[in-house]
């Protein structure tokens, strides 16, 4: 445990940080599981909504700074791929 004074609020100001930042990147990590689930269920037209969802939480996440800009991008971009692939199977 912290004895001086500025590491105490230290590591105060890490625990809210931490639980404000594990709501966005558990947020993201939902609707992406979420879409991944309709699309292999062949669920095409609820994934489409929730893929929207999705796309909005990897952008919230990466704007926050929890993920890279990059790793939303591509995160993103499998998701598109993987329903436009399912959109036309179906």
Do not use: W
């Amino acid at each position: 445990m912290a004895n001086i004074k500025s590491s105490i609020k230290s590591a105060r100001q890490t625990i809210k940080r931490r639980a404000h930042n594990r709501y966005y990147r558990t947020t993201a990590r939902t609707f992406v599981k979420k879409t991944r689930a309709q699309i292999d269920s062949g669920d095409v037209k609820n994934a489409q909504e929730t893929i929207q969802q999705a796309i909005k939480a990897l952008d919230k996440a990466a704007q926050k700074g929890l993920i890279h800009p990059n790793n939303a991008a591509r995160r993103k971009s499998r998701l598109m791929k993987a329903l436009n692939k399912a959109q036309t199977t179906a």
